[in-house]
């Protein structure tokens, strides 16, 4: 099967797309950076702007997948590298962020990548963030493997299912390391903190 590709290169807050003619909008690792559009402008403020014009061009029973990156994920804890080239730069205040960039961060990616302005957020960030686009419901999961290679897609909503997806893995070839990380993931399920720590998020959200 071919489907047809029309590549549109074009600003992120001007889209010369008409409205309402899509069932589905895809944005892979893209809401992170809307804010270096406009250097002068306030970088959530923007974002929001992006998501209401890609919520215009929807159909009513349309959806949004988004795939992002978590403000508090796992792997930014750990040390991951933000979209600012630095190192727990997401999980500063964003004023202290934006300083250490001004003072140490290359412009990684773009020459308008200065300061912090690629903002990520944690699960209620995100699904406030969808609301105030005036998009519906959100469904929320963890990509496996991160939302470039989502092996798994895990329902953050469903602890049951959380809780299968442990039981599905082989933990024994790890030994003691694989025992601590089962039980791990057996109380992230349960208590709901693999949901705030997941380090990559996958959203389907209605158009509302």
């Known amino acids: 099967m071919n489907l047809p590709i029309e590549p549109v290169c074009a600003d992120f807050l001007r889209l010369p797309i008409a409205p309402q003619q899509f069932d589905a909008v895809v944005l892979n690792g893209v809401v992170e950076w809307v804010g270096i559009t406009n250097k002068n402008g306030d970088p959530r403020a923007l974002q929001v702007e992006f998501l209401r014009s890609v919520r215009e061009l929807l159909k009513?029973?349309?959806?949004?997948c988004a795939g992002i990156e978590n403000r508090i994920g796992a792997d930014y804890l750990r040390g991951a590298r933000d979209?600012?080239?630095r190192r727990y730069t997401s999980l500063m205040p964003r004023k202290m962020a934006d300083l250490v960039c001004r003072r140490f961060a290359p412009r990684y990616r773009s020459e308008a990548n200065a300061g912090y302005r690629t903002y990520t957020y944690s699960l209620p960030g995100y699904r406030q963030l969808f609301r105030d686009a005036g998009l519906g419901a959100v469904r929320a999961f963890h990509a496996w493997h991160g939302y470039?290679?989502?092996?798994?897609f895990l329902p953050l909503d469903e602890a049951g299912a959380l809780l299968n997806f442990v039981e599905g893995q082989d933990w024994r070839k790890y030994g003691l390391r694989g025992r601590i990380k089962h039980f791990a993931y057996q109380m992230a399920a349960r208590t709901g903190l693999w949901a705030q720590f997941a380090s990559e998020f996958v959203f389907?959200?209605?158009r509302g």
């Open 60 to 64: 009513p029973s349309g959806f949004l």
């Open 83 to 85: 979209h600012s080239a």
């Open 148 to 152: 470039n290679i989502p092996t798994v």
């Open 204 to 206: 389907l959200v209605e």
